[in-house]
């Protein structure tokens, strides 16, 4: 039970689950720094408000709509993305083109020998 175990806990996709895990809210706190120290002053210079939570809001019935909370998730949300594709996904997959191998050719016969034995087969039944 303990081998079980072991060999559960030691298995890559684990261990990578909880290191994802970890740096991803470590990676959280880090946008969230960006987006109050860099992005709402930003909003506020341009909008006059510190985030757009405000902007574009009805009342219909005592219904309040709010577009702007549409519009910051999605600002967020692009915010996010852009820079896990900029700070993590681009540096990753170069260090990973750097340190592979390049794939060895294949020692089979090329698409033109290979055709060319489809030719010479079919001419030879004809």
Known sequence: M?????EFILRGNVVDLAVGIV?????????QAVVAGLINPLVSAIFGKPNLN???TFTINTAQFS???ILTAVINFVLVAAAIY???VIPVNRV??????????DSGPTEVELLTEIRDSLQARG
Not at 2 to 6: A, E, L, N, S, T
Not at 23 to 31: E, N, P
Not at 96 to 105: C, D, I, L, T
């Open 2 to 6: 303990v081998k079980g175990f072991r």
């Open 23 to 31: 740096i991803g809210t470590a990676f959280g706190l880090v946008i």
């Open 54 to 56: 405000d902007v574009m």
């Open 67 to 69: 577009i702007g909370v």
């Open 86 to 88: 900029f700070v993590v």
């Open 96 to 105: 990973r083109a750097r340190y592979e191998k390049p794939a060895e050719p």
